[in-house]
């Protein structure tokens, strides 16, 4: 078992930056292949980067391609998620995600573990 806890989102104005965390407990952490996806109101939960346990492999969803960026602390056991100019789109809540997939998916399905998520809120 691995427990995810996030943290970090709040209300910020456009343009504005977040840093979401995620901090994992449980059974070899960097191990997994970690994720964060995104689910707004009324809408499908999404896919928004990933990061493979070694590094190597790293996928963004198009709409956050150079504004946010994920990476990991293996020996903080914990997944950090970088946004930058945010836009009122990006409000969701987000989550983390972790899989033993030895490379970065962005099937929500192949997911294994989730976190109980975080609120971003970006105001125009």
């Known amino acids: 078992q691995v427990q995810l806890v996030e943290s970090g989102g709040g209300l910020v104005q456009a343009g504005g930056s977040l840093r979401l965390s995620c901090a994992a407990s449980?059974?070899?952490?960097?191990?997994?292949?970690m994720g964060w996806f995104r689910q707004a109101p009324g809408k499908e939960r999404e896919f928004v980067a990933a990061?493979?346990?070694?590094?190597?492999?790293?996928l963004y969803t198009d709409s956050v391609k150079g504004r946010f960026t994920i990476s990991r602390d293996n020996a903080k056991n914990t997944v950090y998620l970088q946004l930058n100019s945010l836009k009122p789109e990006d409000t969701a809540v987000y989550y983390c995600?972790?899989?033993?997939?030895?490379?970065?998916?962005?099937?929500?399905?192949?997911?294994?573990?989730w976190g109980q998520g975080t609120q971003v809120t970006v105001s125009s």
């Open positions: 449980g059974r070899t952490y960097s191990r997994y292949t």
């Open positions: 995600a972790a899989n033993k997939a030895p490379i970065a998916t962005m099937f929500r399905y192949s997911y294994d573990y």
């Open positions: 990061n493979s346990w070694s590094g190597g492999s790293t």
